[in-house]
């Protein structure tokens, strides 16, 4: 491999020069716009309050909410726990049983033809609907949560494992074959690396909606007294009309997803970056 | 260095294979391959080389005929296959996809590093064991599946195209890598190519099929001695041997296609 001499550097020309100088913008610019957006649009939220004179259990001042965040802390965070909590477990759970059924369903035509069905009944049925039954049959506050979060996040992690472990090269295949594999060697040292990238791709949604879920199960489940999540801290507010705990509580959702969503995606970069397309172009 | 072909290796015996859509890929296929032989199958597209191969292979199994393998039982890692592609596990490291074969017979990591890193110097790949498949070139990805083709020292070698997608330059290279490893392993090859000098350079003896259905027309003996390198490929022997494997393949395409029931359709 050619390794360019890096301590002389070549005189570039007019085009380079402009490339070099847009990347260098760019790259800067994806960090530094987005952050200004923000502070100019909570500016505008604050002069908009104080201009329209709206009180503040309507809307209240962007510094009002940081005080709620402050002074409210040690409640917020200890529902952001319970929350979070709920998130974890349900995407662990989600991961279990998805990638479980995937690998049962590789293993037979026939147990998928007979069951993939029933999995996208789960899946497109509204959560929200299904929530009355499961607060009919399932007595504990926490599993009721549980089950219903994963619901929502164990389908991606199921549909887009399966679609990897039956994508794996013919040829590859015929190798395994040739050499007399067995069904486990197949799968461990063939399928499951080659569903990775998929797999990955699925839990990167799957982490987003078990937030979702969980906090759509609080919702649900209503009563602020059985449970203390987010969720449940944003219904009492809103009644108490204690909005700047209301935006504090969500601001903190918002941030744990943008988190779960960062964590996922470094995850997955680092397990793929050495040999998967997808990972690639982010290294150029 | 005596001209190879030895004892039958392998006999086959009016081998045919319809599929299930009813296309007939392979007629009466008759063909012996001898210890030793570098035999290549020349033909044109759809011609049943590449299903002849997975017959061989045991990846297919014939409808009609027999393959009758001569000498002792064959095991699995008698026969070695290259594909079309590199068909390397992206994920692996150049080591790991030469260990596969080994790996899944049970051989550990520590017993087979000194076969894998003396195969890795005979395909010119010492020094890149750690890197993954994306960071080889097309060639260097080629030598590794040969590399693996070879790493449980089989008997039969089966290659299906495995440089048809590369430059020229590179493939010219391979071809002599590939006459040298031969030589000196003493391996049998089965080689499937639509390339008319690279079966000349490379084969003792050339099968030329035709299509309609994929049938033997007639094999070509390449009488040239071994060791053959770039004077070879510069000589007047090997340009006849080009010009009469060249004449064969033309009356093979221009061959009637023959219908089920043997008769003459004409069709093209």
Not at chain 1, 109 to 116: Q, R, T
Not at chain 2, 201 to 225: K, Q, T, Y
Request: net charge positive; charged share 20%.
């Amino acid at each position: 491999m050619a390794s360019i001499d890096q301590s002389a550097p070549v005189p570039l020309d007019a085009e380079e020069m402009r490339r070099l100088r847009t990347a260098r913008i760019e790259r800067v610019g994806k960090w530094v716009l987005p952050l200004a957006i923000m502070c100019l649009a909570i500016f505008l939220w604050d002069r908009i309050v104080v201009w329209n004179e709206i009180p503040h259990y309507i809307l209240p001042r962007p510094i009002d909410v940081l005080g709620a965040l402050i002074d409210d802390r040690a409640l917020l965070f200890s529902s952001l726990l319970t929350t979070l909590r709920i998130t974890g477990l349900s995407l662990l759970l989600a991961v279990v049983g998805g990638v479980g059924l995937s690998v049962l369903f590789a293993q037979s035509k026939w147990v998928e033809m007979s069951f993939f069905p029933f999995a996208i009944v789960l899946q497109v049925t509204p959560i929200v609907a299904i929530f009355p039954l499961i607060n009919i049959y399932v007595d504990n506050q926490t599993a009721k949560l549980l089950l219903c979060a994963w619901i929502v996040a164990f389908f991606p992690i199921l549909s887009n494992t399966t679609l990897g472990l039956n994508s794996v090269d013919r040829n590859l295949r015929d190798l395994f074959k040739l050499n007399g594999a067995t069904r486990w060697q197949e799968l461990w040292h063939l399928r499951l690396p080659a569903a990775m990238p998929y797999f990955l791709g699925g839990l990167k949604i799957a982490g987003g909606l078990a937030l979702i879920g969980a906090v759509v199960a609080e919702f649900v489940a209503g009563s602020a007294g059985q449970s203390s999540g987010l969720a449940s801290r944003i219904i009492e507010s809103g009644y108490r009309l204690r909005t700047a705990r209301l935006f504090a509580a969500l601001i903190l959702i918002s941030l744990t997803g943008i988190v779960i969503f960062m964590t996922l995606t470094w995850i997955s970069h680092m397990m793929l970056r050495r040999w998967h397309e997808s990972a690639l172009k982010q290294e150029r | 260095m005596k001209p190879p072909g030895g004892a039958p290796l392998l006999i086959m015996r009016a081998v045919g294979k319809t599929f299930s859509n009813g296309v007939t890929a392979l007629d009466r296929v008759d063909l012996t391959l001898r210890e030793g032989d570098f035999l290549s199958l020349l033909g044109p597209s759809g011609c049943g080389k590449s299903t002849a191969l997975r017959i061989i292979a045991g990846l297919s199994s014939p409808t009609t005929g027999v393959l009758d393998w001569r000498g002792p039982p064959l095991a699995q890692t008698d026969i070695g296959f290259v594909f079309q592609e590199p068909t390397l596990m992206p994920w692996a490291s150049v080591f790991d996809n030469v260990w596969l074969p080994l790996r899944l017979k049970g051989v550990s990591r520590r017993e087979a590093t000194p076969a894998i890193s003396a195969l890795l110097e005979r395909v010119h790949l010492t020094g890149f064991e750690n890197a993954v498949p994306r960071e080889l070139s097309g060639g260097m990805k080629m030598r590794v599946s040969i590399a693996r083709g070879l790493v449980t020292k089989p008997r039969v070698l089966l290659m299906d195209e495995p440089f048809a997608a590369l430059d020229e330059i590179t493939r010219f290279k391979l071809n002599n890598d590939l006459l040298e490893l031969w030589q000196d392993e003493r391996f049998t090859v089965v080689f499937v190519t639509h390339s008319v000098f690279e079966s000349v350079f490379l084969s003792n003896r050339i099968v030329v099929m035709a299509a309609r259905p994929g049938r033997v027309f007639e094999e070509v003996e390449v009488d040239a001695p071994y060791p053959r390198d770039e004077v070879f490929r510069t000589s007047a022997d090997y340009a006849a041997l080009c010009r009469k494997t060249s004449d064969v393949l033309s009356r093979a395409m221009d061959a009637p296609a023959l219908t089920k029931a043997g008769a003459f359709d004409g069709v093209h």
